[in-house]
């Protein structure tokens, strides 16, 4: 593992997420302008929270910022309450002071999806990049909708889910057979591009992606491996998302919290 990738254990999800958050607001505060790449599922919920409080407190403000979800859900329209869209308007935009038109989360329901792929990548670039990006990681190592064997140059393009993705995504369905097939993503290549990234895993059922993508060789079993060949990445873990580590990657952890 390359040893640019800084890594730091919380006691619990709790105090992840508040580490996540601060980050994240002095970002926000030493650049207001700041373009955020944003993350969706179970993992983030508590660092949207964390950010609607301190915007609620007065301490951050989201009016000059810009953000780029990483991901959605082919079929899924910004009213399904499993897109997306959805989850990041009622988890966070709802409440918070962005403007609506600085939003931007793939469009899963365009009758020219490769099209509007292409036009998400231009539109990341028309901004100047992605300056911090968040990320969570799929139990089988994948980073937003990047599957094991996806390229590691990929742009944003439509990709088919595992049975695994299917199957770990179902709990915020009423079955198994609503889970769309498809998604589109921002590909490994677009994500790496992002000026500084904050992966954050918590649980046990994350343990085995964790020490996968931290300990050996970078391969495309493994997305998130990728991400320990660059500068500028921090993995954010709760003692659970950590208990596979190995005691030389633990005793080179840089902060306990
Ligand atoms: C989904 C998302 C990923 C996310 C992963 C883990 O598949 N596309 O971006 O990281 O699930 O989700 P959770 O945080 O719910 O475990």
Do not use: W
């Not at 254990?9 to 508040?18: C, E, F, L, M, N």
């Not at 994240?24 to 373009?35: D, G, N, R, T």
């Not at 998604?183 to 290549?189: D, E």
Request: net charge negative; hydrophobic share 35%.
């Amino acid at each position: 593992m390359s040893h640019s990738v800084e890594i730091r254990i919380a006691s619990d999800a709790d105090t992840a997420s508040k580490n996540v958050a601060e980050e994240f607001a002095k970002a926000l505060q030493l650049k207001p302008s700041i373009v955020l790449g944003l993350a969706t599922g179970g993992t983030p919920v508590g660092v949207y929270q964390q950010l609607v409080s301190l915007y609620q407190a007065g301490k951050i403000s989201f009016q000059q910022c810009t953000t780029f979800n990483l991901d959605e859900y082919v079929g899924l329209g910004p009213d399904h309450p499993q897109s997306y869209r959805y989850f990041m308007q009622t988890n966070l935009f709802d409440h918070i002071d962005i403007a609506a038109g600085q939003t931007f989360v793939p469009d899963g329901v365009s009758n020219s999806i490769q099209d509007s792929c292409a036009d998400y990548e231009e539109k990341i670039q028309s901004f100047g990049g992605i300056d911090l990006q968040l990320l969570g990681i799929g139990e089988n190592g994948h980073i937003a909708f990047n599957e094991p064997g996806s390229d590691s140059n990929g742009r944003t393009n439509v990709v088919d889910l595992t049975e695994n993705t299917i199957s770990a995504n179902s709990r915020f369905f009423e079955s198994i057979e609503e889970v769309p097939r498809q998604a589109v993503t921002m590909g490994i290549g677009t994500i790496l591009e992002s000026k500084r990234i904050i992966l954050m895993a918590t649980g046990r059922n994350k343990a085995e992606a964790i020490a996968r993508a931290l300990e050996g060789e970078p391969g495309d079993d493994s997305p998130a491996s990728f991400l320990t060949t660059r500068e500028n990445i921090t993995f954010v873990l709760d003692q659970d998302a950590a208990s596979r580590l190995s005691g030389p990657t633990i005793r080179r952890t840089k902060e306990i919290l």
